[in-house]
T-cell receptor, first 116, second 112 residues
Framework: ETGVTQTPRHLVMGMTNKKSLKCEQH?????MYWYKQSAKKPLELMFV???????ENNSVPSRFSPECPNSSHLFLHLHTLQPEDSALYLC???????????????FGEGSRLTVL | AQSVTQLDSQVPVFEEAPVELRCNYS??????LFWYVQYPNQGLQLLLK??????LVKGINGFEAEFNKSQTSFHLRKPSVHISDTAEYFC??????????FGQGTELSVKP
């Protein structure tokens, strides 16, 4: 079992659907992150949570809504998405923000999202 | 703003040959540099990092990278690659107090 688990691994949704991506970390970490990985583009940081509190929103459109009920779980709620939102969404965790800034990020395998 | 350029999008190489994956960053004081590897259908994994000290950094799986401040580069090298090294490699940079910025990635394809 990997330290960071993401479900579902694949998701296809229409532009009017509402769905959620789930991330769970079993590492006892306190910081969690959402990244977007589009083909041939650099990874984009979307959100950062530290001890369940959002510390960063990197100008992400409101059709993406994160939720962090506890330090082990992170959700990304999706609604009225656009085809250009199709990408691999990666969750990551770190012991804390300091270790995250030292590059000690542990990534999940990602959720491949296709918006039709 | 800080930026990272990975000069090669794809690098094909034969097994047991040496490889260098190039990374340049925009100049800034006090930068921290990282290489991550992403195997097929997996998330990213930290390969090595430079925070301070020796400019030659050794990482996992026999990889190493050298921080060259004058050339603003942090190229990744391995003297002899294996089939299992086939993956995408990402260079990333962070300046003090700033965000982690990733490059676009280099696909390393090792052929028998």
């Amino acid at each position: 079992e990997t330290g960071v688990t993401q479900t579902p691994r694949h998701l296809v949704m229409g532009m009017t659907n509402k769905k959620s991506l789930k991330c769970e970390q079993h590492l006892g970490h306190n910081a969690m992150y959402w990244y977007k990985q589009s083909a041939k583009k650099p990874l984009e940081l979307m959100f950062v949570y530290n001890f369940k509190e959002q510390t960063e929103n990197n100008s992400v459109p409101s059709r993406f809504s994160p939720e962090c009920p506890n330090s082990s779980h992170l959700f990304l709620h999706l609604h009225t998405l656009q085809p250009e939102d199709s990408a691999l969404y990666l969750c990551a965790s770190s012991q804390d923000l300091t270790s995250g800034m030292s590059g000690e990020l542990f990534f999940g395998e990602g959720s491949r999202l296709t918006v039709l | 703003a800080q930026s990272v350029t990975q000069l090669d999008s794809q690098v094909p190489v034969f097994e047991e040959a040496p490889v260098e994956l190039r990374c340049n960053y925009s100049s800034s004081v006090s930068v921290y540099l990282f290489w991550y590897v992403q195997y097929p259908n997996q998330g990213l994994q930290l390969l090595l990092k430079y925070l301070s000290g020796s400019t030659l950094v050794k990482g996992i799986n026999g990889f190493e990278a050298e921080f060259n401040k004058s050339q603003t580069s942090f190229h990744l090298r391995k003297p002899s690659v294996h089939i299992s090294d086939t993956a995408e490699y990402f260079c990333a940079v962070r300046r003090q107090g700033g965000k982690l910025i990733f490059g676009q990635g280099t696909e390393l394809s090792v052929k028998p």
